[in-house]
């Protein structure tokens, strides 16, 4: 079982990736970038309800205040990794995206005692390194503004990171039954700030918005709503050093597999150097 569930949330993680492209397009910080970001939370929580009998009744303040900071990761996580998508080859973002992993790798070290060797700490130095050769400033002859996609991208890796933390603590906790309430929560507090930012935003000017964009969001939104609750599962199934690099080898390698083919995407020497880095620093973590 799990490994169905892995497999099932490599599909839908990497389907998250792609369809993040399709909005990408929509400038952060106007009104349709955050109705986009509203719908696809909503979307995310309808399917969690969907999934699975949700109950109200005993919820405890600790599920609650977990969901809070979930809710605040989410919103970081999607609303920059989106930003970047802008600039950024989808491969090398989901590369350093997906490096958020080594938070909760480590985190699973320090707080529940799971193994981490030599190998798992040489893993680490590459991740690092992928990350530092990813924000390289690019020659003079690419186009302006292209190396702004980086600040956004690590924000949202380290969100991603926070993620795995939270999903960690959320299922060691004594209310690890009540996840589909604590995920619930999470995506319902992103989709109404989300939805505080588009009342508050001006209209944008040029008519980039279309209606179909909501369509693309909803279908983010289902398959980060279905794979955080496959992803909360599993990080109570198997250890850190286990799943999260796994997940996210499969997602890097599916994901660049899938720019190349659907975006005609073309991998420069650097993008080269981030996916061989990142590659290597998954490799070492899980099989080390």
Known sequence: MPLLFLGLSVVLSTGRNLFSKKLSNIRFGTRSFFLCQSVLFLCGGMALVLLGKITWNGFAATTIGYAVIYGFLLILAQWFYTASLDKGNTALCSTVYSLGFILPTLSGAILWSEPFSLPDL???????????????????????????????????????????????LQQKSDYSDQKLLFLLIAFLLAAGASLLFA???????????????????????????????LNTTLAGLLPGAIFFPTLNICVILLSMLCGVVFFKERLSKKDVSVLILGGVSILLLNFG
Not at 146 to 167: D, H, N, R, T
Not at 207 to 214: E, H, V
């Open 122 to 168: 040489f893993g680490v130095m590459c991740a690092v390194s992928a990350v530092i050769v990813s924000g390289v400033k690019p020659q003079l002859k690419e186009k302006k503004g292209k190396s702004y996609y980086f600040i956004p991208l690590v924000i949202a890796m380290l969100a991603s990171g926070g993620l795995g933390i939270v999903q960690k």
């Open 199 to 229: 009342l508050c935003s001006k209209k944008e000017r040029s008519a980039t918005f279309r209606p179909q964009k909501l369509a693309v969001a909803s279908c983010i939104g289902v398959c980060f709503g279905c794979s955080n609750l």
